[in-house]
Nanobody
Framework: QLVESGGGLVQPGGSLRLSCAAS????????MAWYRQAPGKQREFVAG???????NYVDSVNGRFTISRHNAQNRMYLQMNSLKPEDTAVYYC???????WGQGTQVTVSS
């Protein structure tokens, strides 16, 4: 089970930190990812982190977002800085190998 939190309304240029809490003792073994879905658009990959803390990002967030994980706490994070209106979306936590998705958390960037 995956549960996201930390979304909200923020002004352009602001920051938010999303959190994903995962259940299961083998959390540390799995690559994980953040996806997002904006209104009227397909869900898209945002950032991924593997079991060795290797990371990758979609070009549009590279340099602004940072994905991390804390295996002892079974948590994954997405630090989002310099937010733009086009970052507005529902953000989802995902474990690809298990096909698991969280319920999503809304991020709205607006003045």
């Amino acid at each position: 089970q995956l549960v996201e939190s930390g979304g909200g309304l923020v002004q352009p240029g602001g920051s938010l930190r999303l959190s994903c809490a995962a259940s299961g003792k083998t959390f540390r073994l799995y690559p994980m990812a953040w996806y997002r879905q904006a209104p009227g658009k397909q869900r898209e990959f945002v950032a991924g982190i593997d079991s060795n803390d290797g990371t990758n990002y979609v070009d549009s967030v590279n340099g602004r977002f940072t994905i991390s994980r804390h295996n002892a706490q079974n948590r994954m994070y997405l630090q989002m800085n310099s937010l733009k209106p086009e970052d507005t979306a529902v953000y989802y936590c995902h474990i690809p190998v298990l096909g698991s998705w969280g319920q999503g958390t809304q991020v709205t960037v607006s003045s």
